[in-house]
């Protein structure tokens, strides 16, 4: 059957992982503690922190020790949604600002764009919220690459190395499993959309090999008809 959709994710695929570890994880450990300070009774805000209050298994927790949680999830690299949530927040009034720009490979952008205009359905799914994701291409360095993608998906739709969660996002797509294309430079994650029944290319810019799975250096060779 023929592909359809093309599903990617961001870091270590279409933008390099250290924008996100370099750039954007300190912009946040930055202006993280004074923007929960300032907006703690906002109410996006608060369902977060009490997200937050919830995961960490601290109920009582004041704003301050929320803080401390969150700066700490970071330093780990953790993937809790309300601390995607908070992140995205923050980033946004970074690029807002003009102090951030998202890091997309021109090699994804040229293919990005070509493969739209091809006909291809464009989504993402990363662990890094919606409005993170949405930010990254709506305020990249490339410009605004937003038109291109036809949805988004963060760890609402499930982990990623789960593979009922590729079933999740083939059935709010509404394409089935075989016809759509994952992207990614994680195996587990390649694993787990194979099993949920989707085609795979694995992304090893750095070298290496994702073993299971087709791969390449850059999105220039990916051909969505050979695979």
Not at 16 to 26: G, K, Q, R, T
Not at 39 to 50: K, M, N, S, Y
Not at 190 to 198: E, K, N, T
Request: one cysteine or more; glycine letters at 8%.
């Amino acid at each position: 059957m023929p592909i359809k959709a093309i599903l990617t994710d961001i870091e270590g695929t279409t933008s390099a992982v250290s924008f996100v570890f370099d750039v954007l994880f300190p912009y946040a450990t930055r202006h993280l503690p004074d923007f929960v300070r300032q907006h703690a009774e906002r109410p996006d805000v608060a369902v977060q922190l009490g997200a937050v209050r919830l995961d960490s298994g601290e109920p009582a927790a004041d704003v301050e020790r929320v803080i401390e949680i969150l700066l700490g999830w970071i330093a780990e690299d953790r993937k809790a949604t309300p601390l995607k949530a908070l992140q995205g927040m923050v980033w946004q009034q970074g690029y807002e600002a003009g102090q951030l720009k998202g890091h997309v490979y021109p090699d994804a952008v040229q293919a990005l764009q070509q493969w739209h205009a091809r006909g291809y359905a464009l989504y993402v799914y990363s662990s890094g919220s919606i409005q993170a994701q949405k930010l990254i291409f709506g305020c990249s360095e490339a410009g605004d690459l937003s038109a291109l993608f036809s949805g988004y998906f963060d760890t609402t739709s499930g982990p990623k190395r789960e593979a009922q969660s590729y079933r999740h996002i083939s059935e709010a797509i509404g394409c089935p499993v075989k016809q759509i294309l994952f992207l990614s430079d994680i195996v587990e994650e390649l694993d787990a959309a194979r099993q949920a029944g989707m085609l795979t290319c694995g992304l090893a810019r750095d070298g290496g090999e994702l073993p299971g799975h087709p791969n390449v250096s850059n999105f220039a060779e990916i051909d969505p008809t050979t695979l």
